[in-house]
Each structure stands twice: as C-alpha cells, then as structure tokens.
C-alpha cells in the first residue's frame, strides 16, 4: 500500500533503457514483485530514502510508445492516468538518443510533472558523444540530468532533479512539437471538438494525437464523453485522417531532431563491429556461436558456483554426528529426526542448487549487461517467434540440459511474462542433468546394448512434448498476433558495473533460497513423515499402506507401488528415485531426506532392481522420471519468476499428467517387445 507521506515515483521508459537498474539501484533489497491486478505482466514496486524522505518507485513496463498496441502500454498509460504518481522519470539512452527520445514525444501534453534521465552517459562519451543536458533543460523546461545508472555514486544530480521535478511540478513544454501536429487541419478539428479531463491528466493536445493514431481505446473515451449530437461529427474527422501514425510519428522525429540540434555534439570515431559482433549476427554462424555462447557461459556458472556447494556439502556431514549427539543426550528420536534429517539435510541440498542459481544470474546477467544478450535475441528471434518466444528463450532452453532451476532463474531477462511463463513451462520438458546422471545408469541396467536407442527416443519425445506443450500453454500466454519477429536496434556495448549487478545477483539468490527452503522443507517433511516407522521397518509405514492401496491405480500406467513411490520421489530429485526404491526393496529403515536429494543406495542396487522390476515396468519408469516435474525447487523457482501460484501449478499438474500418460505407453509398448 502507499503511504500517503510517501512520493511516488513512476520510472517510464523504453526496453534497454536502464529502467531495472536505475530501479535496483534506488531500492537494493526494498522490493516487491507481483502481476498488475487482472494482468499477466510483472509489477515491481520499491522504496527508498533521500534526505529523510521516503519515495515509492513504480518501475512501469518497458514499452517503446503509450500506444494501446499491448497490454504493458495500457498498464503503463493507465497507471500514469491514475493519478498514483506524484512525478513521472522518463529514462532515455543518452547513446542513441534519436530513437529512444520517442517515448519523451509521447509524453507530450500528460500534465504529470516529469523529469528526464539521459541514461548511459558513459557509452555517450565512449562514442564521442557530449550532450548538452542544460540547454536541453531549457528547451523541454523539465530538469535533465545525465547518469549512468550503474554508478550510484554519482546519483546527486539525479536526486537534485527528482526534488525539482516534485516541488517545482515541472510540465513537459510541447509547444513546438504541438505545432507541428497543427499543420494537419483534420488534428485541429479533432482537437476542437475534445471535452475536458476525458482521461485525468491527459490534456486535449495528447488525446487529439491519439486519435489521429486510431487508438481505439482514446477514440472510445472521448466519444463517451461528447454529447449525442457531436459524436458523428467527430467520427467523421477521425475516419478522415489518412495514415494518422505516419503522420504524427514524422513529426515527433522532426521535433526530436529540433530537441538534438545543438545540444549533442558528436566527434567522429572509427566504428567497427569486431569479429565477435560478425560472427554472432552472421546468418550461418550466428546460431552456432550463441549456442558455444550459452554452453561457455553454463560452464563458467559453476564457477561462482563452487563456493556455495562447498557450504552445502559442509552442512551436509553434519546431520549424523548432530543426531547421534540430539540422542546422547536425551533428545527425542522423532525430534532429532526432523532437525537432522529433514531441515538440515533440505538446507544442504538447498544451499547447493543455490549454487548453481547464483552462478547462472550472474553469468547471464553479465551478458545481459554488456550487450551480448540483444545479440541473442536477434539471431533466433524468428526461431523462438514460432512458438510466440523471444529470441532470449533459446538460453533457459539450453541451461536447463544442466539445471532446471537455473534454465527458470535464465528467464529473468525476458521482459514479457507471457513469453517468460510459457519459457519455463517448455523448459522443463528439456531433462536436467540430475535426469541425465540416472537414466542412462536405469537404461543400462535393465537393456544394456540397446541404451543409446533409448536415449534417441528420450530426445524425440522432448522436442514432441515441448511442442505440444506450445501448442497447450501459447495461446492463453501469448497472443497470436504477437508471434512474429522483432525490428530491433541492438544497443552498443556495455562495460559491466559490477556493484549494481552483484546486487541484483544476492538480491534474487536471496529471494529464491527463502522461496526454495520453505517449498524443500515442507515437502520433504511430509514424504518423510510418511514414509517414518518407530520399528524401522517399511512394511509398517504410512506411505507403504497409501501405496498398495493406490497400486490398482499405478498399474494402469505400468508402475507397480514401489516404482510409483520413486516417481513421487523424482519429483524432489531425480537422483532420489533411486534412493527411495534402495530403502523400498531392503525392506528396512524410514526414507530419509538424504535418500531422496542425494541418491543414496544400497551397495547391491542393480541387482535389487532387476530382480524386483520387470523390463516393461523400468521402462515405464524411465519415461515417467524423465519428463516427471524436474525437482521441487526448480517448481520454487517458477513461482519465484512468474508469481503466480494459477500457473505454477497448472505446469506442475500438466507435466505430472503427461509423465503418467508417457509412462503407460512406453509400459504397454514394452510388453509387445518383451
């Protein structure tokens, strides 16, 4: 909720703009991220203190327009409309600032007080580029400041005009840019006819140029507002504007050139794109070098990784001499049990898939901040179109051949939500290397020479099932009209800032291990509690009644209860399916968390499983692992990007589903062949 003592700042930009960093960089920590009321696109608010005064920051959708061509340039025109923001900060990338003034022309005549960034001055400079933010100032008559939002040293010009913009209320001057749409005379007709506040803040200058657009939604409001007689009227000046956007758009370019004349001094420099830039934009060798791209940065996030799977590791030893100490001195089995068995070894096997997590945000949050990222996007943008993607989403497809959770951290840098949900939900058909690690260990066991034949099917199947899948999830994620290729500019190189992004990186490591442990623990605790018996014997256990009971149930997709149970299991960890099906065919002791997130078997496990598991049934299994939920932090870790518990469980049901369906058709499929 806003704090009515608090200012509210609206931060309104292009994509690429430096939105998110300026925001991170304001608020650190002071964060929350959810989806606009009855939308599916992220909102982010935060808060921070200046001088003894507490601001909220709204970071409005990146859009290129306030257009109702989307529903972020609704969300972000509304909110504006609102009445919520006390000043709007409109961001502008100072490097090519032709284009990226746009949003600044569509600004013209909202009476929101305002103020400009010129973000990426240092790029600016790099190129040779000195501007003038002073005269600008006087030409807009809103404070400009120059900044380059990583450094956030160097933010007191940014503060001065923020305190301006707010007690001065500075208003965009437009007048000349309003002089230029006067020479269209159906404009001046259209703009005539316009009643007052037909949109709060919205003046008839802004509204008049909607119209000539053909925003349907500005067409709707102003006709709601005119009196019977004179809605005709004005339906025939509209319908008599002849390429209204051609028209308004060459003059906010006309205006913007006007705004630079004078103000931006430009030495030549020797441009030259580099090899690496040929390569990766190279029609033929563009695919390849952003996937040895993707693959290179997937090895070196085990590299910061490292670190963090040695802590996990640490605490992993700890359980047995802590439970033989709990029980020495007098402490409850049952309790020791739970500290030891479930909450440590949950933080342990936590705190190393975190590893991994951080290691992948900040490798590809590098790559995102330097350039490389846009690159991606562009080379398969018109792959990944077909399935309503963007060309980013060919990045989480690829790290998730090592880790879910980290192939769903990878999506971070997909601004639609739309597109980042239906993202996850493909990429989790793409089996992780925990599956990788057990599946052909399963396959070789039970047919031998004929593993590579499996493997080969495995593969088919994902590329059917991540299409099917498409075909599912799209069309409520992602509208038809949107999937097609992008016309975009890519923005020139970058130098890292190290501290803003190491903030950013701990700032969503954090966030995710909080989301993670309570996701681990609870439902660690409830196998294991399921699974405990003061006898130590199996047979005597809830989960071994639950299971023969459902057994009729699990046959039917070739599982008997034992195969079904590490099913259940591969949805904590792959590797604990194996660890559950250990303790089962012993027949002694509770299932431990330890089985179930690391593996644990007994010595003689291949030959447990082929004299208790037919070939029909382990290759039922095999298919009902592989494209069973990844694990349950990689489920923590879909919620923690998409922020919506509707759809975080519609994949886990829908992947749940399809594994069982698999499963009974490779089980009957088995049964012809042996």
Request: aromatic residues 10%; proline residues 4%.
């Amino acid at each position: 909720m806003t704090d009515k003592n608090e200012t509210v700042i609206a931060l309104l930009g292009q994509p690429n703009s430096g939105k998110s960093t300026l925001f991170n960089a304001l608020t650190g920590l002071r964060q929350h991220v959810g989806n606009w009321p009855g939308k599916t696109v992220e909102k982010k608010e935060g808060r921070f203190t200046h001088n003894g005064k507490e601001y909220l920051v709204a970071d409005l959708p990146g859009t290129y327009s306030l257009s109702a061509n989307s529903d972020e340039e609704m969300i972000t025109r509304d909110y504006i409309a609102s009445g919520k923001a006390d000043v709007v900060c409109i961001l502008a990338d100072s490097s090519q600032l032709e284009r990226s003034l746009y949003m600044l022309a569509d600004y013209a005549g909202i009476t929101v007080p305002c103020f400009l960034v010129l973000n990426m001055s240092d790029v600016a400079a790099d190129q040779g580029k000195k501007v003038d933010a002073s005269a600008l100032e006087k030409k807009l008559g809103i404070p400009v400041v120059l900044l380059s939002a990583p450094n956030t040293k160097a933010y007191d010009g940014f503060y001065s005009a923020l305190e301006r913009a707010v007690k001065d209320k500075t208003s965009l001057n437009a007048e000349a840019l309003e002089k230029r749409f006067e020479e269209l005379d159906t404009y001046r007709n259209i703009k005539s006819m316009i009643p007052e506040n037909v949109i709060p803040s919205y003046s008839a200058t802004w509204l008049a140029t909607k119209a000539v657009e053909k925003d349907a939604p500005v067409i709707a409001k102003i006709k709601a507002a005119l009196p019977d007689g004179a809605r005709s009227s004005f339906e025939a000046a509209v319908d008599a504007v002849d390429k209204g956007v051609v028209f308004t758009g060459e003059r906010k370019f006309a205006w913007i050139d006007e705004l630079l004349e004078g103000t931006v001094n430009t030495k030549k420099t020797k441009v030259s794109l580099g090899k690496f830039d040929r390569l990766i934009t190279h029609h033929i060798w563009g695919k390849p070098v952003v996937v040895l791209t993707i693959v290179l940065g997937l090895i070196a996030s085990f590299i910061p990784a490292l670190p963090f799977m040695g802590i996990g590791q640490a605490i992993g030893k700890l359980p047995d001499p802590l439970n033989e100490a709990l029980l020495n001195i007098g402490c409850p089995a049952f309790l020791a049990a739970i500290i030891c068995d479930v909450i440590l070894r949950c933080l342990s096997f936590i705190i190393q898939m975190l590893g991994f997590v951080f290691g992948v945000t900040l490798v590809f949050g590098l790559l995102e901040e330097i350039g490389v990222m846009a690159r991606i996007s562009y080379v398969f943008d018109n792959t990944m179109a077909k399935f309503g993607l963007q060309g980013k989403s060919v990045m989480p497809f690829l790290i998730s051949f090592g880790c879910t959770m980290g192939g769903a951290a990878g999506t971070r840098v997909i601004d639609n939500w739309g597109q980042k949900v239906l993202t996850i939900a493909l990429a989790w058909a793409v089996p992780c290397g925990a599956a990788w690690a057990v599946i052909p260990m399963l396959s070789t066991v039970f047919f031998g020479a004929w593993t590579p034949v499996i493997i080969v099917v495995i593969l088919l199947v994902m590329i059917l099932h991540m299409w099917l899948t498409a075909k599912v999830f799209g069309r409520s994620l992602v509208k038809v009209e949107d999937r097609q290729g992008m016309i975009m500019e890519l923005p020139p190189y970058h130098k890292p800032k190290w501290g803003s992004l190491l903030r950013y990186v701990f700032g969503r490591t954090k966030d995710t291990f909080l989301r993670a442990m309570k996701v681990v623990v609870l439902v660690a605790f409830v196998f294991w509690l399921l699974s405990y018996t003061s006898t130590g014997t199996i047979t005597d256990s809830i989960l071994y009644k639950v299971g023969t009971f459902i057994e009729p149930v699990t046959k039917i997709f070739g599982l008997g209860w034992q195969t079904f149970m590490a099913f259940i299991a591969s949805s904590l960890g792959k590797e604990g399916a194996l660890g559950v099906l250990s303790t089962i065919f012993t027949g002694s002791g509770t299932i431990s968390v330890g089985s179930m997130v690391s593996g644990t078997t007994a010595a003689n496990i291949n030959e447990l499983l082929v004299a208790n598991v037919s070939k029909p049934e382990a290759l039922a299994l095999i298919f009902a692992m592989t494209f069973n939920m990844p694990c349950i932090v990689a489920l923590a870790a879909t919620y923690q990007e998409t922020h919506s518990v509707k759809w975080t469980a519609r994949i886990a049901l829908y992947y749940t589903g399809v594994a069982l369906l698999l499963a009974g058709i490779a089980y009957y499929v088995g049964l012809l062949i042996w």
